[in-house]
């Protein structure tokens, strides 16, 4: 019954920001690390960022490092992914993830999660 609906896709410029969100329902959202992935056009899925459950930690793939941005609030069952300075080959769709229990705190592989989102749309214009 777990549910995650993300938001906040669209079209941007290169140089760009965009914030997505990613709202969870059915379980206990503090009980889970979540993490984003993404697709690109002719890509294999892609981790981008993970955070722990009390957002104590947090991991970046480096192709977004010092650009993208993980962050949650617990309060509101939602955790978001803020990215600036979007380049064209950002451009995929992005999808969250839950995971219940995992080797690690962040962590960094789709096998790890139990839960997925439909994705949204980002589109980088150059």
């Known amino acids: 019954q777990v549910q995650l609906v993300e938001s906040g896709g669209g079209l941007v410029q290169a140089g760009g920001s965009l914030r997505l969100s990613c709202a969870m329902s059915?379980?206990?959202?503090?009980?889970?690390?979540m993490g984003w992935f993404r697709q690109g056009p002719g890509k294999e899925r892609e981790f981008v960022a993970a955070?722990?459950?009390?957002?104590?930690?947090?991991y970046d793939a480096d192709s977004v490092k010092g650009r993208f941005t993980i962050s949650r609030d617990n309060a509101k069952n939602t955790v978001y992914l803020q990215m600036n300075s979007l380049k064209p080959e950002d451009t995929a769709v992005y999808a969250c993830?839950?995971?219940?229990?995992?080797?690690?705190?962040?962590?960094?592989?789709?096998?790890?999660?139990?839960?997925w989102g439909q994705g949204t749309q980002v589109t980088v214009s150059s």
């Open positions: 993830a839950a995971a219940r229990s995992s080797y690690t705190t962040t962590p960094r592989s789709p096998k790890e999660y139990d839960y």
């Open positions: 059915g379980r206990t959202f503090s009980s889970y690390a």
């Open positions: 955070i722990s459950r009390s957002a104590n930690s947090a």
